[in-house]
C-alpha cells in the first residue's frame, strides 16, 4: 500500500518567502529613491548656475570697482555739497554696501528657489515610508 503524503508548507518557509519579496522592494524602492534624488540634484544643479553666477557677479563688483565709486562719490560730495569728508566717506560707503547687500539677496533669493527641485524626492521618500509604516501595521495585525 503507497500512501502518498504530502508536507504542508511550513509557516517558516512562508516567512522567509515574505521577507525575501520585501528585502527586493526595499532594494528596488531605494534604488530608484536614489535615480530621483540623483536627477533632483542635477535639476538643482543646473536651476542654481544662474543666482550663482549673480552671487559671484555681485561680489566681484563690491570688492573691485565699488570702493573706487565710494571714494569717487565722497569727492563729488565734498567738492559739490561742501561735505566734511567723514560725512561724504560714510554715506558713499555706506551707499555700496547696500548696493552690494541687494545684489547678493537676489542671488540668495534665486540660489534658494533652485533647491526646491528636491521636494519631489522628498515627497516621494515620505510616500514610500508611508507604505513601509501601513505594510508593516498589516504585517503586525495579521499575527
Same mark, same amino acid.
Given at each position: 500500500?503507497?500512501s /502518498?503524503?504530502?508536507? *504542508?508548507?511550513?509557516?517558516?518557509? @512562508?516567512?522567509?518567502?515574505s521577507?525575501?519579496?520585501?528585502a527586493g522592494?526595499l ?12 536627477e533632483?540634484s542635477?535639476?538643482?544643479f543646473? #536651476?542654481?548656475? /544662474?543666482?550663482m +553666477?549673480l552671487? !559671484?557677479?555681485?561680489? *566681484?563688483?563690491?570688492? +573691485? ?5 565710494g571714494?569717487a ?7 559739490q !555739497? @561742501?561735505?566734511s569728508?567723514? *560725512?561724504?566717506?560714510?554715506l558713499?560707503? +555706506? ?7 541687494v545684489?547678493?539677496?537676489?542671488? !540668495?533669493?534665486?540660489?534658494? @528657489? ?7 524626492? /522628498?515627497h516621494?521618500?515620505? #510616500?514610500?515610508? +508611508?507604505?513601509l509604516?501601513?505594510? !508593516? #501595521?498589516?504585517t503586525? /495585525?495579521?499575527?
Amino acid at each position: 500500500m503507497s500512501s /502518498t503524503y504530502q508536507r *504542508a508548507p511550513s509557516p517558516l518557509s @512562508g516567512l522567509v518567502r515574505s521577507s525575501a519579496q520585501l528585502a527586493g522592494d526595499l532594494l528596488e524602492m531605494g534604488e530608484l529613491h536614489w535615480e530621483l534624488a540623483r536627477e533632483d540634484s542635477k535639476e538643482a544643479f543646473r #536651476r542654481s548656475l /544662474t543666482p550663482m +553666477a549673480l552671487i !559671484a557677479l555681485g561680489m *566681484a563688483g563690491s570688492i +573691485a570697482g565699488l570702493p573706487l565709486l565710494g571714494m569717487a562719490l565722497a569727492s563729488v560730495l565734498m567738492e559739490q !555739497a @561742501g561735505w566734511s569728508p567723514w *560725512a561724504a566717506y560714510l554715506l558713499s560707503g +555706506a551707499g555700496m554696501m547696500v548696493l552690494s547687500m541687494v545684489l547678493a539677496g537676489i542671488g !540668495a533669493r534665486g540660489l534658494r @528657489g533652485s533647491l526646491r527641485s528636491f521636494s519631489r524626492s /522628498t515627497h516621494e521618500l515620505s #510616500r514610500n515610508l +508611508a507604505w513601509l509604516k501601513s505594510l !508593516a #501595521r498589516e504585517t503586525s /495585525t495579521s499575527e
